[in-house]
């Protein structure tokens, strides 16, 4: 089944899924800074466009299509879409 999940007023919008056991979500983000908690461990693919992300206690990083980031569980980060909107793959590889 898809889920349909909007955040900070539509400017991260992103679908849902299960596959092979794993959850996972496909979407956009809007140009803007956002920040995410998390609870599980997370894996990033950066699918179009460029990402500026911080993870915590990091410096900001650049990562643009076809690169990927992890994030611990129990965290957060910090995200920038500042050259237009970007797309990205989030697996969750744990929880």
């Known amino acids: 089944m898809l889920k349909h999940n ?3 007023d539509g400017g991260v919008q992103s679908i849902g899924f299960e596959r092979n056991g ?3 979500t496909v979407g956009v983000i ?7 908690g998390t ?3 997370e894996r990033m693919t950066v699918i179009s466009g460029l990402l500026r992300v911080k ?3 990091g410096d900001w990083q650049q990562y643009p299509a076809g690169t990927v980031f992890e994030i611990a569980a129990n965290s957060g980060f910090d995200v920038q879409a500042v050259a237009g909107p970007a797309a990205y793959l989030c697996e969750f590889i744990s929880g």
């Open 6 to 8: 909007s955040y900070f």
């Open 22 to 24: 794993f959850k996972a």
């Open 30 to 36: 809007a140009t803007g800074e956002y920040h995410f």
């Open 39 to 41: 609870g599980a461990a």
């Open 55 to 57: 993870l915590a206690g």
